[in-house]
């Protein structure tokens, strides 16, 4: 039942997040540790993209890909192992399982949080009340929006005959022969694993390289590391149609070709996403959004509604589940923690996409150093094969790189592609943010052998 209107009357709560996800998760976990009245509105599955349509998932997907490459090597060096046959349903249904041990945790946390959790769709009225979509009105100090965002789909003729990054997940097999539109990291990641697990891939890209943040030089040695893995690259392609031909579907492109010779079993576009920014009530609420429909925050994750704020990839800002989680918690910190300055850092926030090998990066590319700090900019590379894969005469190598800027040569970027990568990178990237030097790096001793020495012998 709706509240009847009052003058002025008392908040029910201290916050109310709209969305379920990490972000939002993380924020009413977080405000509810430091005493406040929480209330959390979701009406799907808890965990947001992250845990169901986006990092574990996929990462599960990845796992299974990279064992398949794995058992591959291992016939190389001379154990018995023929082609793995990978039971996709068995596959689904241990991912399935561990995501519902999450979905679980989650409703524990929250039932030993104290945080009402109301499985239900969230709108502003004004900056201070909520309406539920049971049509109760939620008064609040605070409100936090974390609806994330969703894939976008592009606007070409017979779009409709291709999936998104998300219809992925709903795969029963590897389809023979698939098509991936698109050069950014879900683009790479998914032709990776299909790959890997018996499909052709063959990935179309707008620009004339995938990954088109990332480090250049690191980027070229992972194009050719896909190649050798038989991913099919179209670079400077971009698709102008999709056509039907019969249940298949002819990918018309720019470029390299007018259109694909040969139909493909399935189409995936992975051409950037858009924000969950719409019913939410922000006009009304007086919030402000960008050009492309993103909430328009500040530094603290504020915005232009007093006692509003955002995180997460509704706001536009980096799209990764530890940087909403980070943000949100930074935000509750400030908000009920007493720290008044509280905020996330943005800049030198290490991520890894995970290709085929990892490629794990923090800090700036070198074309963005030499934008910014011009001659005084010097790179160190090392290109090699790991171990097992030169034991294994298998083509995959790895490429480190460092950017350094100054006499001091202070290191402002690594970039990391090959095996553990994504494992790597973590403890580098906290020696980053403290300030690195070349000559630090140069006088820890490695160890050997491993990868990951090559980060400390780079001359």
């Given at each position: ?49 992250c845990v169901n349509l986006g990092c574990v ?269 980070a943000a949100a918690r930074r935000l509750m ?104 030097t070349k000559r630090q790096l140069d006088d ?16």
């Amino acid at each position: 039942m709706a509240r009847s209107a009052g003058a002025n009357p008392p908040p029910d709560f201290d916050l109310v997040v709209i969305g379920g996800g990490s972000g939002g998760l993380a924020g009413a976990f977080r405000a509810a540790a430091h005493g406040a009245r929480v209330a959390l509105l979701e009406p799907g599955l808890l965990g947001g993209t992250c845990v169901n349509l986006g990092c574990v998932p996929k990462k599960a997907m990845w796992l299974a890909a990279d064992l398949a490459e794995k058992a591959a090597l291992a016939g190389a060096l001379g154990f018995g192992v023929g082609k793995p046959a990978l039971d996709w349903d068995a596959l689904l249904a241990h991912r399935q399982r561990y995501i519902g041990n999450i979905h679980a945790s989650y409703r524990q946390r929250l039932d030993a949080a104290g945080v009402a959790w109301m499985p239900q769709r969230g709108r502003l009225l004004d900056a201070g009340t909520v309406e539920t979509g049971s049509g109760e009105c939620l008064r609040t100090r605070h409100v936090l929006l974390a609806t994330g965002g969703r894939p976008r789909r592009p606007s070409i003729p017979g779009a409709e005959l291709a999936g998104v990054s998300d219809d992925f997940f709903a795969l029963r097999h590897a389809p023979a022969r698939v098509a991936i539109v698109g050069g950014g990291y879900v683009a790479v990641e998914l032709a990776g694993v299909l790959q890997a697990l018996g499909s052709q891939v063959e990935v179309f890209a707008r620009g004339p390289r995938l990954l088109s943040e990332m480090d250049g030089e690191v980027v070229a040695q992972l194009q050719e590391d896909m190649r050798a893995h038989g991913v099919r690259l179209h670079l400077a392609s971009p698709v102008r149609a999709l056509e039907a031909q019969g249940s298949r579907v002819r990918v018309l492109h720019e470029g390299d070709g007018e259109a694909t010779p040969e139909a493909f079993d399935t189409v995936l576009f992975a051409t950037g996403r858009q924000p969950n920014s719409e019913g939410l009530g922000l006009e009304q609420a007086g919030v402000a959004t960008g050009a492309h429909g993103e909430i328009v925050v500040d530094a603290y994750e504020d915005t232009s509604a007093p006692g509003v704020h955002a995180v997460g990839d509704v706001t536009g800002k980096l799209a990764l589940t530890p940087v909403a989680i980070a943000a949100a918690r930074r935000l509750m910190d400030r908000l009920f923690g007493g720290q008044a300055g509280a905020k996330l850092d943005y800049d030198d926030v290490a991520t890894v996409v995970f290709s085929h090998p990892p490629l794990g990066t923090v800090g700036l590319s070198e074309e963005k150093a030499r934008q910014r700090h011009g001659d005084a900019v010097k790179t160190y590379a090392a290109g090699f094969r790991p171990m097992l894969h030169a034991l294994a005469q298998s083509p995959q190598r790895s490429l480190f790189k460092l950017v350094c800027v100054g006499e001091e040569e202070r290191v402002v970027g690594i970039h990391l592609l090959g095996e553990a990568a994504d494992e790597i990178l973590q403890g580098f990237a906290v020696a980053l943010k403290l300030g690195v030097t070349k000559r630090q790096l140069d006088d820890t001793v490695a160890i050997h052998p491993t990868s990951a020495e090559e980060v400390v012998l780079m001359r």
